[in-house]
């Protein structure tokens, strides 16, 4: 089997461990809506339920529209990302659609299960408050980061190429 496959193994089954994990403990342990103090003026642990996309984008679709709008959409992203996994060569850019795909999944699976997806990690400073995230969304966060910064090099590259050969 190719290397990239065990990389979107091996990452897959880390997210979704990790991203099922927490999601369990703080929807166990922690009401919904309250807070945890973690690292004070910084950090809490709040237990929320998001109807929208990542960081509470869209939020304001009506369930269940909403719901099955972003299922068809984290299907549509799995199986593109499944495609061009399938195209790409090179590790980094892997590792990037395998973060961007566990999460994605990850989420998923709230949504499928419950109609909401649970984020708890709420990061502030101050009165400023970074909207709510969990695992996933860090997870397809870094991987987005990863593919991009592999994409920008791979095009600066040929636009290098292209001009040396003019």
Sequence with gaps: MNRKYYILALSTVSILTL???????????????????????????????????????????????????????????????????????????ALGLSLIFGGALGNLIDRVRMGVVIDFIDLYIKSYHWPAFNVADTCITLGAVLSILKFTKKAKRCASHIDHHR
């Design 19 to 93: 991203d099922q994990a927490s999601k369990f403990y703080v929807d166990k342990y922690v009401a919904l809506n309250d807070s945890i103090e973690v690292v004070k003026g910084i950090l809490n642990v709040t237990h929320i339920r998001n109807t929208g996309a990542a960081f509470g984008l869209l939020s304001g679709i009506p369930p269940p529209l909403g719901s099955y709008f972003f299922i068809s959409i984290s299907i549509l992203a799995l199986m593109g990302i499944l495609y061009f996994l399938k195209k790409i060569d090179g590790e980094l850019l």
